[in-house]
């Protein structure tokens, strides 16, 4: 594996470079990436976007935000200018008014589709995880949605999820659409490389991967066949400045949680 | 007006065996705990307990056998892992499991606070949990009577009772709810019973005082309890954090085995 200290630092960072200027972009529970990646964008090259946080509280003084083990710790709001009930948020997904979602993946298909609901058969599960949350609600809807697995594996990319909690590209070309969910562009960040997705198949693609990581160690801990281009990038260090934030905005370690 | 302030004992007593039953706050936040944990006491059974995010809560009344189904959207203890409780149960087949996802259950609720039996909503398309929602009945694709487009109907939640934990009340049932409200003003009009655990009794004047802090007036509530603390150990706005460790107790005792020892300790041993 490789060095894994400044592996949450480059996933933060990718996910971060997802968040346009202006973007309403928003998090949901158990989020520690999530909530440091909207907090670095709008630090950073971002500071008009728009902070929907499942603590509730709109835009937050960045300068007084800890991170903490709940991601609707009343703490996430210190500075905020208003509470907005949750359903307020599905409500400006409704209207086409938010433009980056953050979501998990117990499982996480070649084309996107994410399982976060059960591993094993629906009605009969090995392992009965909590449940998808926002998950099946947003990804038919969302322009964009950025999916983060912290250990990537075999178990974790699989070529086809137990369960469909989340929609990604469904099976490929145009079904997603077929199925009644508006277009979106997916993008998948792990410990190991950022991927997006190939505009006709849909297949999922490495786009970049992270320093250190060789292309072996990605195909090893794919269950499926992934596109790699030859000269592949590397994914971007954080600045000294993005480390800078990062420590100031969780001086408890609370992002290498998700690594253990 | 008429005073609605009641011991906890003769509150909880409203609650029936066999009720769908909905909690206030979320994940480790301004969850009615004691009220909750006086719930077990009574020994209520089957209940049918619905909510888009709970944690502890729901935890520990699926570990305490008061509860015949659950409707959720995720049950988790976030970066603490998984409910115990709720996955054994699930795993073991003990409970029925009603998944949703938030957007859903939060619009549930307010079909039922508008009067109205459905709500159609965007999202869930393409989902395998479209065809779990249309099967369990909570869902249905319908045309949209205007546009003639196919749009997914939500029924309507409306429990028999919502429990809720807030920062301030007066006898009569005016709650003041400060920080996040998460889907509490919702569920609270959704239900058809509505008690409400506060932090502080207040003066009906302070609540006139300042009548734009009256986040649910006493029209929508019957039941105000005097509980300090009644969100321990989830957090309460302005008031206090989270006791996460006692929370990572919690998860250790059921990992060894010992949740009977924690429901003797934290729920039937009453004054914490």
Redo the contacts between chains.
Sequence with gaps: MAEIKLIPEIMIKAMSKEIKDGDKAAHGLASPLPIMAMSLAKLTHAPNSIFLSAAEGLDPDLDKLNLTISSADPRLSKGAIAFLELIELFDLCQRKETDVMFLGGAQIDKYGNTNLSVIGEYSKPKVRLPGGAATAFQTPIMPKTVIWAARQSKRVFVGKVDFKTGVGYLEGGDSRERAGAWPTKLKVITNLAVYGFDEETKLMKVESIHPDVTVDMVRENTGFDIAIPPNVQITEMPSEEDLYIIRKLDPGNIRYSEFR | MKEKLMSMEEAVGLVKHGDLVTTGG????RVPMELIRETIRQGKKDLRIVD??PAIGFDLLIGAGAVKSVR?????F???G??LN??KA??E?RVE?I?D????V??GF?AAAMGIPSIP??????????E?GIQNGNYKVIKDPFTGE?IIAVRAIEPDVALIHAQRADIYGDVQIW?????D??KVKAAKKVIVSVEEIVDHEMIKLEPYKTTLPYLYVDAVVHLPNGAYPT?C??LY??D?EHIRQYVQMIRDGKFQEYLTNYVYKKGR
Excluded: K
């Design positions: 979320v994940s480790f936040h888009r995010e959720f959207a995720m049950l988790g976030e970066l603490l998984f409910a709720f996955r699930a795993e087949r499991l998944e996802t938030c957007g859903a939060l619009n307010r909503v965007r999202g869930i398309w393409g989902t395998d949990l479209l779990v196919d920080g996040g409200r998460f889907e003003v919702w957090s706005y302005g954090n989270t996460y």
